[in-house]
Every structure is written in C-alpha cells, then in structure tokens.
C-alpha cells in the first residue's frame, strides 16, 4: 500500500520530468511554448492539492471509517512540501535565474507572492519536524506546531486566487474544498474527540 | 487573386523542408550541450524551449497568401518566434482560458463567408464582407514585437494592411474620436462564451490618432499564410506598441464613436487593465512586473522596451500624458 501511494503521488513529478526530456529533446511535450509558466502552474497545483488531501485525512478516517489511513498523512503532507520545492525551485532558478533583487521586491511587492512564500517558509518547520526523533523530542508541542496547517492551506489558496487573471475556477473549488475541510473540524460530533487529530 | 488557396499537396513539401531543418538545429544544440558545463546545460535546456525550434517550422493549415508587399519599414530583425510557437500558444478566451485551448477547439469556427459590419459615424456603413474589406488595397507583410501583458512575447511576421487606408476609404465624419472593435459571439462556434469569464462580446478600441498610426495593422494572416482560427481568424488588429490583449481577435464589428470604449479587460478589472495598455516597463501590473519579459524561446527574461520599442512612432501621440494614470 505505502508503496503504491509513492508511485501515485510521485506521478506528476515523474510526468513533469518526462515532459521535461521531451522538450529537451525536441519532440512534442505538453509544456506549450512557456514551459516555465507552465512549470510554475502545474507544481502549484500539485501543492495545493496534496495540502489539501493531507487535510483530508482527519475527516476521512471518521467518514470512511477506516482509521488506518492517519499512518499516511506524514507521507502526504511531506508530498505537498516536495511540490511546493519544485514550485519554488522554477520560481527562483527558471523563471528569475537566482537575480535575488527583483526575486526579493516581487515578494515584498505583490501581496500574492507574499502569501505564498509565508505558506512556503511556514511549511519547512514541518516538513523539518516531522521525522521521529523530532515528533518524540518536541512531545505535546510538535502537534501544537503543525497546526500550523491551518494557516499554511489558507494562505496558498489566497495564493493562488490572487495569481489568477480572470478564470476563478480552479482556485474556487479548492477553496470550497478547504471550507469542506475546516468546517467539519469545527461542526461538534458527538461521540469523538479530536485531540488527537 | 488575394487568397490563393494551395492544394494540399503542397503542404507536404514544407513538412520535408523544415524537417531537415529541425534536424539540424538538434545536431547544433546537443554539440553545444556537450562543450557546455553544467551551467552551461542549464541554457541550453531554455533553449530547447519549444519556441526556439526552427522559425519555418511544419505548418499544416496554413493557406498562403499571395503578392505580399515587403517594404521592411518598421520590421524587426529580431529571431521570429516559431510557428508552432505562435499558432499554439494563444489567449482567445472564446475558446477557454487555457493556453492550449485555442489550438484545440477554435476549429470549430466558420471564417468564410465572414461579414463585418460597419456603424457609427462614418460616411460608409454597412455590412461588408471581409474580402470586399481588404481586396482594394494591397497586403503587406510587418515583422513585429508581440508583447502580452502576462509578461511574455514573441516576434511575429503578420500580413495585413494599414487600419488607416481602411479608414481612410470608409471616411468617419467629425464626431468619431475613438474606433470601437467587437469579436463574434457564438456559443455553438466558441465554446469558451459558455463561461462568464469576460462580458461578450470581447471589446476593444483605440483612439482615432492611434488606429491611424501607420504601425496599426489589421491582420489577415502571419508567416505568408492566413491567420490560423486560434490567433483570430479572418481578421485581427495589431498594435504593436500595446499590451497585446489589445489586438482584438476574429473582428465582426467596427464601429466610429465619439465616446472612448470600454475594452473587456478594462470592464473586468479596471485597476489592472487600461484603455491604453501601452506597454511601459515603469507600470508595472499590480500583480506582477512589467519590467521584464520572457520572449517564447529563450531561458533568460529581457528587459521590456517603452512602447515595446516603438517609441520613435508612437511616443508623440501621448506627448504630456500621465502614463501612470492612463496605463
């Protein structure tokens, strides 16, 4: 099971640098003519959705009944940090090729990459503390930490309304999704507790 | 005959040539690859970036266009931007709001017959039918900056003719200030009218000192050949010193008024898109920079050029003009 979960979330990573040879080699690929915008979207995406199912998890094991499924959560939410590296990495390397200047005052300047580079350096005290010597060692407060989720999911979706031109769609639906998600956290349920989510 | 249709065994031939030619271009950058270090590598896989294949790349549904007159006047010798490139990578919301979705559906578009009607004031209105339109004067090719206001652009070889010797022949009257352009609406035809994204029709305008501007284009084709659907069939403006969501696609309507029109994406989000548009790196969009931009086959970003370059044409007519306020 674990195994296979690793080969689904490494697919789009996988697609991408598959993609990336084809266009490397000149043939036909699916990055259109902007590749690094394409890059940058598609990353992005994948980011948020791998936050989005990690947040999932919690609800689902009641919903589903199948409690199991909390030993994957880790594995998720440290996909959702490996995406939102390479969405960082096009970001920096490819789309600014590390010119820091303008790459520090866009972050300064544009409240959208604001949000997203806060979700992004948010984001690394968890991925950082969630090995099992850290969750150990930081005891009641590693999960006090990583409610940091909280505001982390949030600010990407903000992140990502604001990067849109015109066509709110997708951002529209994650952000329903991520209502779904905390909502459900904050409805009572009789007859469960959730400390230990 | 101004749209001389080839038989399509004419195509193949073009496919032979630019194959080779494709062939070539590899050979060059897989040598440059291998000389190169790891930096090196880098740029190469930027310029393996599907827009800087070969400029005469494979084009299937071209149509090529006859007695094009090549003056050079105001043409860029810069590296024109692929085919491919540029007949796949396109913004026509009509047909969706994804890049490739124009390529993909706007086949689905009827360009012939095709009318545009004429209005407003102006000595000759009317419904014309899109060759009467273009037959009396002679096409022209212009090799121009293309620069969209997502901060990418590309060079592009159109043909067309001069707005103003259309203008000039339907003689507005006095009271037009300003030419008023809509797309077809056609939720059977354009798919993407089926969403809300943009008010329909698409609109656009110009000033009447800029629709006059010899740089101002109304283009029926690109590359020698009529423009495929999914970059505005039959009939388009060009303007090449503004953002390039200026250039209206597929034009059904042109109308003289005398009040300045407001462009769709000045109605959708005014503090973001002007009736100007002109490009001008010190403006920035309020979401991103204006001040750099990534021509479509290159690694690297450039620097954006006042008015995309032109200003020695176009920079007179906004002499004392607050770009900041009127971007």
């Known amino acids: 099971m674990r195994i296979f979960l690793h080969i689904l979330a490494m697919s789009p990573a996988l697609w991408l640098m598959w993609q990336g040879w084809l266009l490397y080699d000149f043939q036909d690929n699916m990055l259109t003519a902007n590749p690094i915008k394409y890059i940058h979207h598609y990353t992005g995406e994948w980011a948020i959705r791998f936050i989005l199912i990690g947040l999932a998890i919690s609800p689902l094991r009641h919903i589903i009944k199948w409690p199991h499924i909390i030993k994957y959560r880790r594995m998720i939410g440290l996909y959702g940090f490996f995406y939102v590296m390479l969405h960082l990495v096009n970001f920096v390397a490819l789309d600014y090729y590390f010119d820091w200047a303008i790459i520090l005052k866009e972050i300064i300047k544009r409240p959208a990459i604001t949000f997203g580079m806060a979700a992004a350096v948010l984001l690394l005290p968890l991925a950082l503390t969630s090995t099992r010597g850290w969750i150990r060692r930081l005891g009641k407060n590693w999960r006090r930490l990583h409610r940091v989720i909280y505001v982390i999911a949030p600010l990407a979706v903000i992140h990502n309304f604001m990067m849109v031109k015109a066509d709110i769609l997708v951002p529209l639906i994650h952000l329903i999704i991520l209502i779904l998600l905390l909502g459900y956290r904050l409805a009572p349920k009789p007859g469960f507790s959730y400390t230990r989510a | ?327």
Request: proline residues 5%; hydrophobic residues 35%.
């Open chain 2, 1 to 327: 005959m101004l749209f001389k249709f080839l038989k399509s065994s004419d195509v193949k031939t073009r496919e032979i040539t630019s194959e080779k030619t494709y062939r070539g271009r590899r050979t060059f950058l897989q040598d440059s690859v291998k000389i190169g270090a790891a930096a090196a590598s880098l740029a190469a896989f930027g310029g393996g970036l599907i827009g800087a294949s070969p400029a005469r790349a494979a084009r299937v549904d071209g149509r090529k266009l006859e007695n094009i007159t090549r003056s050079g006047l105001y043409d860029t010798d810069e590296r024109q931007t692929s085919y491919k490139a540029v007949t796949s990578y396109n913004n026509f919301y009509e047909f969706g709001t994804g890049k490739d979705d124009p390529a993909r559906y706007a086949h689905r578009m009827k360009v012939r017959p095709w009318t545009v009607r004429v209005d407003g004031h102006v000595d000759h209105p009317g419904d014309y039918d899109l060759d009467d339109l273009i037959r009396p004067h002679a096409l022209q090719e212009r090799i121009y900056r293309m620069r969209c206001v997502e901060a990418w652009s590309m060079v592009i070889p159109w043909v067309g003719i001069p707005l103003s010797d259309i203008i000039k022949r339907l003689s507005p009257t006095a009271k037009a200030k300003y030419i008023r352009f809509e797309t077809l609406v056609d939720k059977k035809q354009m798919p993407g009218q089926s969403r809300g994204t943009i008010k329909w029709p698409y609109t656009e305008g110009l000033r009447m000192d800029e629709a006059m501007n010899p740089l101002t284009l109304m283009a029926v084709g690109l590359y020698g050949e009529t423009l495929p659907n999914q970059n505005g069939a039959p009939l388009r403006l060009v303007v090449p010193w503004k953002y390039g969501f200026k250039g209206i696609k597929s034009i059904v309507r042109i109308s003289f008024v005398s009040k300045r029109p407001n462009n769709s994406w000045r109605q959708l989000a005014a503090h973001e898109y002007g009736f100007y548009a002109n490009v001008n790196p010190a403006v920035d969009h309020p979401r991103w920079t204006q001040a750099n931009e990534r021509r479509i086959g290159e690694f690297r970003r450039r620097d954006t050029l006042m008015f995309n370059g032109y200003g020695d044409e176009v920079a007179h007519m906004y002499a004392g003009m607050n770009l900041k306020k009127y971007y």
